[in-house]
């Protein structure tokens, strides 16, 4: 099961000098999934992640963010091996971490274990 939300607030610069809405999103993605939905594609837009949570339940999970297009997401973070009850939290970072490919969704694949609740704050550029 995956629950989603979306909220607005505040902007940044990109770096072409455009003011963008900066954007959170929440998912909780349960063990065992591939390209579970985090932020939907944007028609000829890019989502950049600005800072992220990762907290993993009662049981060690790997969790990896995609881009998704029309097939098979394509891994662009690293793969976080969560332990138990543990993850990760990323400050905001203006530059980003990283980001989809042109009009696709942002998407998070775990591995065995237990859901993973993950929170984004990002732009579309």
């Known amino acids: 099961m995956i629950n989603q939300n979306v909220t607005v607030g505040g902007q940044i610069f990109d770096e072409n000098g ?3 809405t900066v954007k959170y999103a929440f998912a909780n993605v349960a063990a065992g999934q591939t390209d579970s939905s985090i932020v939907a594609a944007v028609s000829s837009k890019k989502i950049r992640v600005l800072s992220y ?4 339940g009662s049981s060690a999970t790997n969790f990896t963010f995609n881009s998704k297009g029309g097939g098979a997401g394509t891994a662009i973070s690293m793969l976080h091996a969560n332990a138990a009850n543990g993850g990760v939290a990323r400050a905001v970072n203006e530059h ?3 980001q989809t490919n042109s009009g696709e969704a942002l998407t998070a ?3 065995a274990g237990a859901t993973t609740g993950v929170q984004v704050t990002y732009i579309e550029t």
């Open 53 to 56: 949570l990762l907290q993993a």
């Open 18 to 20: 455009v003011l963008c």
């Open 109 to 111: 694949t775990t591995g």
């Open 96 to 98: 980003g971490y990283f």
